[in-house]
């Protein structure tokens, strides 16, 4: 069983563009039940927990945290 763990959503600009219905019924179609959303933000949750339950798959959200280390004498 093949499982994404690090799924970019439309809400991360940067990354991705794309939205959640489009993706939950791609997974469907090929049989996956679970995923993993790694976002840089968090707006998008709701609605990414609404639609994967209509679609029947497991979600589990994560939060992409990159560091910044700032060099406060420059």
């Known amino acids: 069983m093949y499982y994404n763990l690090q799924v970019h959503s439309a ?5 991705s563009t794309i ?9 469907a179609r090929d049989n996956q039940k679970s995923v993993v959303i790694v976002d840089p933000n968090m707006y998008g949750a709701i609605k990414a927990h609404k639609e994967s339950k209509k679609a029947g798959i497991n979600l589990i ?6 560091p910044r280390i700032w060099n406060w004498f420059s």
């Open 19 to 27: 939205k959640y219905e489009s993706l939950f019924l791609k997974l």
């Open 11 to 15: 809400y991360d600009l940067l990354n």
């Open 61 to 66: 959200q994560g939060l992409e945290v990159k």
